[in-house]
T-cell receptor, first 111, second 111 residues
């Protein structure tokens, strides 16, 4: 069966510091991968999606970037965090169906 | 801007009652629709998907879709306190299994 792992689970970072969140999927090949963000009390916003290694599409302009160095690895990064980057970050995957499945999520607080 | 709208709630129902959650969407071309449940502080988990007009039942859950009215709903029969959560409506839009989410409806089931 397929599983998705995301880390770290929580982190508190100062404004201006870098960020790296990592996600890996097991049990499937060539998945579509996604990064979503959920701000406090709000819905999920799609940040990036990837249909293959090195292929990244950005949905909204922002202070973040994404990379996919391996088929089942997806990384979310920032060079300098802003207060507005705080939120719950979710990695997700899908294959042949429209259904996407989420990882456990990462809580980011920028202080 | 493609949108998915939900009443934020809270929707409060007594234990054993039917909870009715509603969602409207703006993209007439959407073909796939999903309901996720999100407990506080956790990642969303898939409850049901629906692709055709009409009803789809799975245990205590029934999803209803009306593409002409651009309306999706979720009925929860025999509501239990463990159903208390935020319910997210999601619509596939723009290919690559990208989902647009509503802000969610908070459901509270009281004993």
């Amino acid at each position: 069966s397929q599983t998705i792992h995301q880390w770290p689970a929580t982190l508190v970072q100062p404004v201006g510091s870098p960020l790296s969140l990592e996600c890996t999927v097991e049990g499937t090949s060539n998945p579509n991968l996604y990064w979503y963000r959920q701000a406090a009390g709000r819905g999920l916003q799609l940040l990036f999606y990837s249909v293959g290694i090195g292929q990244i599409s950005s949905e909204v302009p922002q202070n973040l970037s994404a990379s996919r160095p391996q088929d089942r690895q997806f990384i979310l990064s920032s060079k300098k965090l802003l207060l507005s980057d705080s939120g719950f970050y979710l990695c997700a995957w899908s294959v042949t169906t429209d259904t996407i499945y989420f990882g456990e999520g990462s809580w980011l607080t920028v202080v | 801007q493609k949108e998915v709208e939900q009443n934020s709630g809270p929707l409060s129902v007594p234990e054993g009652a039917i909870a009715s959650l509603n969602c409207t969407y703006s993209d007439r071309g959407s073909q796939s629709f999903f309901w996720y449940r999100q407990y506080s502080g956790k990642s969303p988990e898939l409850i049901m998907s629906i692709y055709s007009n009409g009803d789809k039942e799975d245990g205590r859950f029934t999803a209803q879709l009306n593409k002409a009215s651009q309306y999706v709903s979720l009925l929860i029969r025999d509501s239990q306190p463990s159903d208390s959560a935020t319910y997210l409506c999601a619509v596939a839009s723009g290919g690559y299994n990208k989902l647009i989410f509503g802000a969610g409806t908070r459901l509270a089931v009281h004993p």
